[in-house]
């Protein structure tokens, strides 16, 4: 399984950023994948997750509204599209990947990308 982020970058508040996760190693419809996100001195949080089971789940009451999570299976990638950023989304994001249901747990997570730096300034 391999899991690769990409798309970050530094963004004005107000503005917009997709992420990609490009995925191999395993078959969407028996797996899971979901966006974490980690600042510094802060715990590793859940913020959305996809299965062909589930459809999309948010884990992150903050991003309702501004973020969504789409799969395109033609590609074998998964894409966290975040509109209305804020100073307070600056984080490293990333695409993890577990067979069977969403969770917004990270332990719940085997597999793991590298992670993608997003900075929004003020």
């Known amino acids: 399984v391999q899991l690769v982020e990409s798309g970050g970058g530094l963004v004005q508040a107000g503005g917009s950023l997709r992420l990609s996760c490009a995925f191999s190693?395993?078959?969407?419809?028996?797996?899971?994948i979901a966006w974490f996100r980690q600042a510094p001195g802060k715990e590793r949080e859940g913020i959305l997750c996809?299965?062909?089971?589930?459809?999309?789940?948010y884990y992150e009451d903050s991003v309702k509204g501004r973020f969504t999570i789409s799969s395109d299976n033609t590609k074998n990638t998964v894409n966290l599209q975040m509109n209305k950023l804020r100073p307070a989304d600056t984080a490293v994001y990333y695409c993890?990947?577990?067979?069977?249901?969403?969770?917004?747990?990270?332990?719940?997570?085997?597999?793991w990308g590298q992670g993608a730096q997003v900075t929004v300034s003020s």
């Open positions: 190693g395993f078959t969407f419809d028996d797996y899971a």
């Open positions: 996809i299965s062909t089971s589930e459809g999309s789940r």
């Open positions: 993890t990947a577990e067979e069977g249901r969403c969770s917004g747990w990270y332990r719940t997570y085997a597999y």
